[in-house]
């Protein structure tokens, strides 16, 4: 058959292939990524968040309670199988791997080092492709919800499904900024791209984060090539970065955005009915999850792979120091995601979960308009600045000032917001109170009031 | 044929498979997650016609907006358990068969003898400069004004999307 | 293809390590089912009621705002990517555009379709 030959040929051909070794490399760094990074994190969660609360976390198992989590994944591969009564069945299995398989897919648009992507990160829809990828977790989650015939359930599954979308939209737009941001900068001397055409492909926001003119010097070119802290996008557009990493919070359904999982009113959300390999499938999801929040902020804000030695290392197309240059950048890359997970951590032990009616009113009323806002003023400011014959960096400039003046502004919005909400929410209670102390004080007998007030 | 057309194959067999399903099955639920796996393999041949960024928005709107969409509606009205049919059916269904079936033949004849059917159509034709990707293409289409453009169009699809915002409210008022 | 087929074969594999993973649970876990084990989570009571399984408006009217603004979205990386080239024009183009929304926004706003509880 003409068919099956050609494409054996062809897959012959691709297997035999050097792209198909970095295929196989990538596909196994991702992998053990995905699968030792939930398990990591969650001990490094139970760890962090003990210190946190003058605890000790786990201790037992293994030297110091390193091995608690793998202890805990062995119990959960070995956990029995319950599927609870009058589940829609097929739905009830399904769902699982509908919540893992974007979640590993995404990572098919992620650079971990300059060798170690697949062809994929130079993807002309990256970003897009990501938020694709986590717009169908929703589906899961609902599907989760339905499926399990538990109101908790159902009612997490929904709850969920409404926050994920409502945050997915303030995290697209969060990232126009840094793409408006490539679109100024491509085609200047040194960067990228030409013609000032833009991109959204990951591969490439890095190299626009590390442009670095070779000066000869070999210990300068060593350090800075390829690592230039100022021109990271954090330090133009830190405003986004927090607005990207909130939406990603509330994304993933992590404190303080935990209310679909409000375990002491929903027990679980919608993962209340699942256990065993299951429960852990949609627990890898939210690690995972996690790690991809963090592995963009870290690639579109703070220039992805890049450190000291990376792009010098393999620039000099020697295998070995080629080699030594991939793991430094596959150990920075990994630093900067973990260091981010951490946030998400720190953020679980300190905040407190939001109020349901501050929820979907954060999302639509403040950090929609916010970075509509900023893409309207980054796209002002260039014309403005180019007009007035200003060379880019002045435009940087500028943007960065002012975008770092409104992230202490929406600091300042957030809190006055929260007191603003808060009270409303309380008034009711307040307003009892005083009620209440306008009637004259009851005499305590052992703090039980000694007689029943006469009703008004 | 190349892998290509391999792919392709395996693609449209299960979006085949899932429209029927989507048609077929009982459980109305079960229809609409049938729905998103059609939606999802739309996408893949937009990818196989090198249309990634139509195949991207493909999954962002319609696997994952509009399904969540559909799911909502049927959480609002009232699914009793799994063993009923709601997805319900009547005698006519061999009407729909053999009405689809001639449907699906004259499109397939049109397909075929069209003067702009693809196979006519020369493969040169879709091929972009160098460093000018679809998105960057479709940019250029949407918004630029200096070549051939759809930017009226633009702008009246945001009024498109204005009368269904106020649409989903007028239907969503709970007063 | 030569970008897309390696996500292609990576959507596979992710795939089939979720089907993998549930099959293999499925045969290595004990079973031993009991009408308790297999009652709906209720924190260790009888069930009352089953789950009412009629939700809100409110849930639909923020998916069909969400399609809205989604659609919305996706149309400004085009426009970003060539937000230098397009210069004032456009500037202009993306500001009718959001003006044009910005009234269905206020109108959601007013009607108070963003306030829960």
Known sequence: MLLADDAVTQLIHGIISWQFLQFVVTFLVIFVFVLTGAVILVLAERKI????????????????????????????????????????????????????????????????????????????????????MSSIDVVAVVMAGYSS????????????????????????????????????????????????????SLRQIIDFQGVWHKTGNPVLDFIF????????????????????YICGLAETNRAPFDLPEAESELVAGYVTEYSGVRWAMFYLGEYGNMTIVSAIATILFLGGWSGPGVAYLTGLNVPVWGLVGNLLALVYFIVKVYLLCAVFIWVRATLPRL?????????????????LGNILLTGALFLLISGLGLPTWVFLTVTGVINWAALFGFIWVVGRATVATTRRAQAPAIRARLRASTTPALPLRDGIPARVPELP | MDLATLIFWIIAVI?????????????????????????????????????????????????????????????LTRITGQQSRTNPTNKQWW?????????????IYAATTSPHAVATVGSDSGQ???????????????????????????????????????GAIVIGRED | MATTLPIFIMVALAILFGVLVMVITTIIGPKKPTPEKLAPYECGMQEIAAPKRRFPVKYLLTGMLFIVFDIEIVSFYPLAILMRQLKVFGLIELLVFLLILMVGYIYVWRKGAFTWE
């Open chain 1, 149 to 200: 015939n538990n109101k908790y359930s159902l009612i997490g599954g929904l709850r969920a499904a409404a926050q994920m979308i409502s945050y997915e939209l303030p995290l697209v737009l969060a990232l126009v900024g840094v793409v408006m941001l490539t679109s100024v900068l491509a085609g200047a001397p040194g960067y990228p791209g030409h013609d000032s055409i833009g991109t959204i």
């Open chain 2, 95 to 107: 009407i729909a068969l053999v009405i689809c079936t001639l449907l699906g033949v004259s499109i």
């Open chain 1, 225 to 244: 090539e390829g690592n230039t802290p100022w021109e990271w996008f954090i330090l133009i557009q830190p405003l986004m970065l927090v607005i990207y």
């Open chain 2, 128 to 166: 972009l400069p160098a460093g000018i990707n679809n998105v960057v293409r479709i940019g250029q289409l949407l918004y630029s004004p200096t070549q051939y453009s759809f930017v009226l169009p633009f702008e009246i699809a945001s009024l498109v999307l204005l009368v269904a915002i106020i």
């Open chain 1, 355 to 371: 109020r349901s009616d501050q929820l979907m009113r954060f999302a639509w009323l403040i950090l929609i308009p916010i970075t």
């Open chain 2, 15 to 75: 979006l085949v498979g899932s429209a029927l399903m989507v048609v077929g099955l009982r459980n109305i639920v079960h229809s609409a997650v049938a729905l998103i796996l059609l939606f999802a393999m739309a996408a893949g041949i937009y990818v196989l016609l090198d249309a990634e960024f139509i195949a991207i928005v493909q999954i962002l709107i319609y696997a994952g907006a509009v399904t969540i969409l559909i799911l909502f509606a049927l959480m």
């Open chain 1, 49 to 132: 968040m003990a210190w946190m609360q003058d605890r000790l976390g786990p201790i037992y198992t293994g030297p110091w309670g390193l091995l608690q989590t793998v202890a805990d994944m062995i119990k959960l591969l070995l956990k029995e199988d319950i599927r609870v009564a009058d589940s829609d069945k097929l739905l009830f299995l399904l769902s699982p791997s509908v919540f893992i398989a974007p979640v590993i897919a995404a990572f098919a648009v992620l650079p971990f080092s300059p060798y170690i992507s697949l062809p994929g990160t130079g993807l002309a829809t990256g970003i897009v492709y990501y938020v694709a």
